[in-house]
């Protein structure tokens, strides 16, 4: 890319705003982030939930921007909870999850991080998976939801204990990059 691409990143997660600026970063695109709250909708499917979130957003702010909604998606549920990950998690938290979910054979997981672009005129999906497990116990720290239990296959280490790694094998990551990929083609 030619000079950087200024992009709003509309959320009040402060960890999911610093890893989009960490991994977008290097592309040449800077992401500004837009501390809003938005009323999501409490449905499990997921694309309805970021475009209606991206849409609302959208009619705030009058210009380009992009949401993101990342859940798990958990094999001996069906998919549950997916876009209803921050509810289980919320009442759950990171010890009773993984009491529950975290069992050998029953815990195969999806991570998917579903980003939505609108710039005015049209609306976007980018989408990154990861699978892998739950954890048996928390591990690592604890700040960033379940970062502390989901461990992606390949590795032995939870998201929270592979710390700065995550960033270049996570389903945000791919997101991402399939977003700066879009991004670039707009701008050439």
């Excluded at 691409?5 to 695109?29: D, M, W």
């Excluded at 209803?84 to 997981?109: A, H």
């Excluded at 939870?158 to 990059?177: H, P, Q, V």
Aim: proline fraction near 5%; include cysteine; hydrophobic fraction near 40%.
């Amino acid at each position: 890319m030619s000079g950087p691409v200024k992009i709003r990143f509309v959320s009040r997660n402060t960890y999911k705003l610093a890893e989009a600026q960490k991994i977008l970063a290097p592309l040449g695109i800077e992401v500004s982030p837009v501390l809003y709250t938005i009323e999501e909708l409490q449905t499990n499917a997921t694309e309805m939930l970021v475009k209606d979130k991206a849409l609302k957003a959208f009619r705030h702010l009058g210009e380009p921007l992009f949401v993101e909604h990342t859940g798990l998606y958990l094999d001996q549920l069906n998919g549950l909870p997916g876009g209803l990950t921050q509810i289980f998690w919320d009442q759950l938290k990171e010890d009773r999850f993984s009491e529950l979910f975290g069992s050998p054979g029953l815990n195969d997981v999806t991570a998917k991080t579903v980003i939505g672009y609108v710039d005015g005129k049209q609306f976007w999906f980018f989408e990154g998976a990861v699978r892998g497990t739950i954890s048996s116990s928390p591990r690592g720290p604890r700040g960033f939801q379940w970062d502390c239990v989901f461990i992606p296959n390949g590795y032995s280490e939870t998201f929270a204990e592979l710390g700065d790694k995550k960033n270049e094998i996570s389903m945000r990551k791919i997101a991402l990059d399939k977003f700066a990929s879009h991004l670039e083609g707009v701008k050439a």
